[in-house]
């Protein structure tokens, strides 16, 4: 499956960012608002990119900046408007 998704992703130009294994970020939308649930599945912590800055963490209810800064087997639901 590896091998078959870099083909995929050098074919449409797309540069992974392998450094970020361990965290699965994903995407939904609704009628009113987009939420991506970001989850950290590793026992270390990780840093990530903030898909959508400015987002509010609905479990915590801040509001996010650019970096996002994740514990071991933290999870996040942002919630932004669309």
Do not use: C, H, W
């Amino acid at each position: 499956m590896d091998f078959f998704m870099k083909d995929i992703l050098q074919q449409a130009q797309i540069t992974p960012d392998e450094t970020k294994t361990g965290v699965e970020v994903v995407t939904r939308t609704g009628k009113t608002a987009r939420y991506t649930f970001v989850i950290n599945t590793d026992s270390q912590p990780r840093q990530i990119n903030n898909p959508y800055p400015n987002s509010k963490d609905l479990l915590t209810q801040t509001m996010t900046t650019k970096e996002i800064d994740l514990k071991p087997y933290d999870v996040l639901i942002l919630e932004n408007g669309l």
